[in-house]
């Protein structure tokens, strides 16, 4: 989410010649934003809740690339698998914590089959 407010600056700018200023106007853009984070694997594991091992997160990990297009880069072309070298960031601990929670629930096979049928549950869309 991007809340900024717009407030008018006035500042002097060089142009020209060393001798001549001219006054211009600017807008100075004020607020938060939220900043995407890269994260380890092990410190998406530690932040779901409960806390899971790296295999059960490889586990969530591949049920989201072969079912939900924002996981689509975690998945190897060449030999199927897991790309290694793909980063998570804070983005993806929210739909990762609704497949932990629905595994829990529901177990493996029954949320995978429902990711391949109703992926919007898990993404929000």
Known sequence: MLMASIVPVKFR??????????EAKSLLIQGNCVVEQPLTR?????????????RQLQKYLDLASLYLPEFADF?????????????LTNWHIPTLQLIR???????????????????EKFTGV
Do not use: F
């Open 75 to 87: 998945r190897d072309e060449e030999n199927g698998g897991l790309n290694g070298h793909i980063k």
């Open 101 to 119: 929670t629905s595994v829990l629930t529901k177990g493996l096979k029954k949320t995978a089959i429902e990711l391949a049928n109703y992926p």
């Open 13 to 22: 700018n060089l142009t020209g010649t060393q001798g001549e200023l001219k």
């Open 42 to 54: 092990e410190q998406v594991a530690k932040n779901l809740q409960p806390q899971v091992t790296m």
